[in-house]
């Protein structure tokens, strides 16, 4: 065998070798999970599941299958990594793509639709759809002024994560909100953080009704601005008496509300007759506008993420009676800080007050629940959009979900797609730093080196 030879099979041998490692590469890596795969190197970690997703699948005991329907090379590649990721962290869920260009039978099969994802669970017999649209939003204003379309968000987790909520319980729970007393609107915020905890919102007009429905476990009153009428508040008495719950955002009125007011001195409570102010934790220059301290010991803000602050406005003092009743326990949730102020027509009191507080009752036939907030802005649609930052929502879906022993809250707020810029918030020293000071080192930097090599 001559030596070209030797070294011809060699080099055949060693790309074989070669080839043979580098599939072997791609079979092992393929068999990774995707977020070893693929790193989240997004602006807002679109791909990073949060501990409320990682809860509820760890707590999965039936099997989900997630439908990817639609053209493969159409299919937003961010949309197919992120739902494996779901994969990934639960054997119960299963992840295919159904080609809807080669196999429009198996799509008419499922009864899905193209573009979409469709979430199924043969246990419960219920399935969720939701469109692509929904998942990566367009801002349609900017389409129809400038031409071309602008991603705004990424709400991958807030859908999926409702939808398999949604799938495995087999029975939708009802929150009805009272209107007939000038109550304010839930927002299109609010309405789509209650639906993705699969929680159905509908009105009730109690003079019209009669009564109470049966099927209510939770009666929710937004800022009403009149009081109560006599056949109201029996109506309402006597669903707590039967274990009901109840939540009311009350907020300062000049109208005059004793029913209201009676209902909460029963559970230990007393909305007081005029405004709070905070002297020390407020908005820019108004100490109307709080930013509440949290006490411990209450599942409504235990869970709540100290660093994001909430906000409300409009507020009316609330005070703990000193002679609760009996059975009644009183847990406050949201305070001022000890710069609170009670402020009325003549006269300004100092002190530590109540923003928010639950009231349960011990009854024979178990426990009935007021949730009372201060203010009738913290679910407010346009403070909450002008403020994404706010854990007011949070706050709110927590108190809800509380009242349900069979609801989680599964809310979770869709992902800015928006560039970040790093911008200096403020000037003084580090204005000076940045525009005159950095700038200038590196001018004078550049000038000497370019002096040095001038005289080499």
């Known amino acids: ?78 949309i197919t990594s992120f739902v494996k990721r779901y994969k990934d962290l639960s054997s119960h869920i299963q992840v295919e793509n159904i080609d809807s260009v080669l196999h429009p039978d198996q799509v008419n099969q499922l009864k899905a639709q193209d573009d979409t994802l469709l979430v199924s669970c043969k246990a419960t017999n219920k399935t969720e759809s939701i469109p692509f649209t929904k998942i990566i939003q367009d801002d349609g204003a900017a389409y129809y002024g400038y031409g071309q379309s602008k991603e705004t968000q990424f709400d991958g987790e807030g859908q999926l994560t409702s939808a398999i909520s949604h799938v495995m319980n087999a029975v939708e729970k009802k929150i009805y909100v009272s209107e007939g007393h000038g109550e304010a609107p839930l927002g299109a915020t609010v309405t789509d953080q209650l639906t993705k905890s699969n929680l159905a919102v509908t009105t009730l007009n109690l003079l019209t009704s009669g009564s109470i429905p049966e099927d209510c476990e939770l009666l929710l009153m937004n800022a009403p601005e009149s009081d109560l009428a006599n056949d109201e508040k029996k109506m309402v008495s006597d669903f707590l008496d039967k274990g009901g719950n109840l939540m009311v955002f009350a907020g300062y009125s000049e109208k005059e509300r ?13 909305l007081e007759n005029g ?11 108004n100490p109307y506008y709080i930013f509440p301290a949290f006490p411990s010991g209450s599942d409504v803000t235990d869970n709540i993420d100290r660093k994001l602050a909430a906000l409300v406005l409009q507020s009316a003092p609330i005070t703990q009676l000193q002679n609760l009743p009996a059975g009644v326990k009183v847990t ?17 009191t100092k002190g530590t007050y109540l923003l928010g507080a639950v009231a349960e009752k ?29 854990s007011n929502l949070s706050i709110f879906m927590n108190a809800v979900t509380a009242n349900y022993d069979d609801v989680a809250n599964v809310s979770i707020p869709a992902k800015s797609l928006d560039v970040p810029y790093n911008t200096v918030t403020r000037g003084g020293w580090w204005g000076i730093l940045f525009v005159f000071v950095i700038p200038a080192a590196t001018l004078l930097t550049g000038l000497v080196i370019w002096l040095k090599r001038r005289r080499l």
Do not use: C, H
């Not at 405004?275 to 220059?285: C, E, H, P, S, W």
């Open 1 to 78: 065998m001559t030596r070209k030879l030797k070294k011809g099979g060699y080099a055949a041998i060693l790309s074989i070798i070669v080839i043979a490692a580098v599939i072997l590469l791609n079979m092992i890596v393929s068999r990774l999970p995707e977020k070893v795969r693929q790193w989240d190197m997004s602006n807002s970690q679109i791909y990073s599941l949060g501990q409320t997703t990682k809860d509820l699948l760890k707590g999965l005991d039936k099997d989900i299958t997630i439908y990817v329907v639609g053209d493969p090379a159409a299919v937003d590649k961010r």
């Open 258 to 270: 004793p029913n209201l007011r009676d209902l909460f001195n029963e559970y230990g409570l007393n």
């Open 275 to 285: 405004l709070v102010a905070d002297t020390k934790n407020f908005y820019q220059n």
């Open 332 to 348: 406050p949730f949201m305070e001022t800080s000890d710069g609170g102020m009670m402020v009325t027509a003549d006269k300004q």
């Open 362 to 390: 011990t009854l024979d036939s178990g426990t009935s629940r007021l949730t009372l907030f201060s203010t009738p802005t913290l679910i407010d649609e346009n403070l909450n959009t002008s403020f994404t930052n706010l």
